[in-house]
């Protein structure tokens, strides 16, 4: 059982302020798979203008001193976990009494993504203990699934559960696996291209994309056979760092080193890459809510901001003292929820 965490101070709420800005034209779609000797430029910044998403609000919520939140996944009953990846711990923040609880994870643990899985607990990579980990959501048990032997140091990323309740998890080092939480059976394969997977993401209809963060690629999981297939998005070396699925089974990619978004389409083997606001920009985090918005955050310049697909325009989202570091958004209908790690609070857009 975890322990209840200290009082939380009064979080500050602020009416959403932003500015928005529009895209002129994007790239043309390319083939999946293939990249282009000389990739047309993405789509450039412009007509910046004040305005806002009518009837937004932004909530920030303290978490303890040396956190460092890393993942957050909104929970049943209107609380919300996160991974204290600095401190070792799962958080669950309760947004009405402000408490926190601790919960554990082993000596060693360095959590870094948490999801809710289909039977109401949380899943959590855990990179320090190179395992696995599930909390009850109710009872707050702990129970691990440490990675097999051979596969040690794996520097586990996150994770998604397809279409059959299987989880599967991405590691830095170069590897990707499943879990079947019905009998307890690992395996763990090596990622084409080596080094790199980083985030991941489910579709609709269970298929399963990761991104390569040093491979400067997405891949496609069998999730019969568990091979990868390389899907090269047309920016060469653009560090796709987080991917995310949207109603139409389109994925959103996160192009870091780029500071652009992408967008993949299975459907026709075409990519779309819109540059992000921002001088420098770093897009880390992405996150596609029930409408088919986009969430996207710059750690560069401690910004988030929203991209409307259908009008190609971005909002940046007014935080109270910036957002800090944004390392993954997560949401339900109504909010979007973001962890800033280097400045220990959580906070919330909600009339999303």
Same mark, same amino acid.
């Given at each position: 059982?975890?322990?209840? #965490? !200290?009082?939380?101070?009064?979080?500050?709420?602020?009416? /959403?302020?932003?500015?928005?800005?529009?895209?002129?034209?994007? $790239?043309?779609?390319?083939?999946?798979?293939?990249?282009?000797?000389?990739?047309?430029?993405?789509?450039?910044?412009?007509?910046?203008? !004040?305005?806002?998403?009518?009837? =937004?609000?932004?909530? /920030? *919520?303290?978490?303890? $001193?040396?956190?460092?939140?890393?993942?957050?996944?909104?929970?049943?009953?209107?609380?919300? %976990? *996160?991974?204290?990846?600095?401190?070792?711990?799962?958080?669950?923040?309760? !947004?009405?009494?402000?408490?926190?609880?601790?919960?554990? /994870?082993?000596?060693?643990?360095?959590?870094?993504?948490?999801?809710?899985?289909?039977?109401?607990?949380?899943?959590?990579?855990?990179?320090?203990?190179?395992?696995?980990?599930?909390?009850?959501?109710? +009872?707050?048990?702990?129970?691990?699934?440490? /990675?097999?032997?051979?596969?040690?140091?794996?520097?586990?990323?996150?994770?998604?559960?397809?279409?059959?309740?299987?989880? %599967?998890?991405?590691? =830095?080092?170069?590897?990707?696996?499943?879990?079947?939480?019905?009998?307890?059976?690992?395996?763990?394969?090596?990622?084409?291209?080596?080094?790199?997977?980083?985030?991941?993401?489910?579709?609709?209809?269970?298929?399963?994309?990761?991104?390569?963060?040093? @491979?400067?690629?997405?891949?496609?999981?069998?999730?019969?056979?568990?091979?990868?297939?390389?899907?090269?998005?047309?920016?060469?070396? =653009?560090?796709?760092?987080?991917?995310? +699925?949207? +109603? #139409?089974?389109?994925? %959103?990619?996160?192009?870091?080193?780029?500071?652009?978004?992408?967008?993949?389409?299975?459907?026709?083997? +075409?990519?779309?890459?819109? $540059?992000?606001? @921002?001088?420098?920009?770093?897009?880390?985090?992405?996150?596609?809510?029930?409408?088919?918005?986009? %969430?996207?955050?710059?750690?560069?310049?401690?910004?988030?901001?929203?991209?409307?697909?259908?009008?190609?325009?971005?909002?940046?989202?007014?935080?109270?003292?910036?957002?800090?570091?944004?390392? =993954?958004?997560?949401?339900?209908?109504?909010?979007?929820?973001?962890?800033?790690? #280097?400045?220990?609070?959580?906070?919330?857009?909600?009339?999303?």
């Amino acid at each position: 059982m975890g322990r209840p #965490g !200290p009082a939380l101070g009064i979080a500050a709420v602020v009416a /959403l302020a932003a500015t928005v800005v529009g895209c002129g034209d994007a $790239k043309p779609p390319g083939r999946a798979g293939a990249s282009p000797a000389a990739p047309s430029p993405a789509a450039s910044a412009s007509s910046a203008r !004040p305005g806002g998403a009518a009837g =937004q609000r932004v909530e /920030l *919520f303290d978490v303890p $001193k040396g956190a460092g939140p890393h993942d957050v996944a909104p929970a049943a009953g209107g609380g919300v %976990w *996160f991974t204290a990846q600095s401190a070792g711990y799962l958080g669950h923040l309760d !947004p009405a009494g402000r408490g926190v609880t601790r919960v554990p /994870l082993g000596a060693g643990s360095r959590p870094h993504g948490v999801i809710v899985g289909p039977d109401g607990a949380a899943w959590i990579t855990d990179g320090g203990l190179n395992a696995i980990v599930r909390v009850d959501g109710a +009872s707050r048990e702990v129970r691990r699934y440490p /990675l097999p032997p051979d596969r040690a140091n794996a520097n586990l990323n996150t994770a998604a559960f397809d279409g059959r309740g299987v989880l %599967w998890f991405t590691g =830095q080092a170069g590897v990707y696996g499943r879990l079947d939480p019905r009998t307890g059976e690992m395996r763990v394969f090596d990622a084409p291209g080596g080094r790199g997977p980083y985030g991941i993401t489910a579709t609709r209809s269970g298929d399963i994309y990761y991104a390569s963060l040093a @491979g400067h690629h997405i891949a496609r999981v069998d999730v019969g056979t568990g091979a990868a297939t390389r899907l090269q998005p047309p920016t060469a070396r =653009q560090g796709a760092r987080r991917v995310w +699925s949207d +109603s #139409g089974g389109r994925i %959103w990619v996160s192009e870091y080193d780029a500071g652009q978004v992408g967008r993949y389409d299975p459907a026709t083997g +075409s990519w779309r890459e819109w $540059k992000v606001p @921002g001088a420098g920009a770093q897009t880390y985090a992405v996150y596609v809510d029930g409408q088919d918005i986009v %969430w996207l955050s710059d750690t560069r310049n401690g910004s988030v901001v929203r991209f409307d697909p259908a009008t190609e325009t971005f909002t940046t989202v007014d935080v109270p003292g910036g957002a800090g570091t944004v390392r =993954q958004i997560l949401g339900r209908a109504g909010e979007v929820w973001f962890p800033s790690s #280097g400045r220990d609070f959580l906070f919330v857009v909600r009339g999303s």
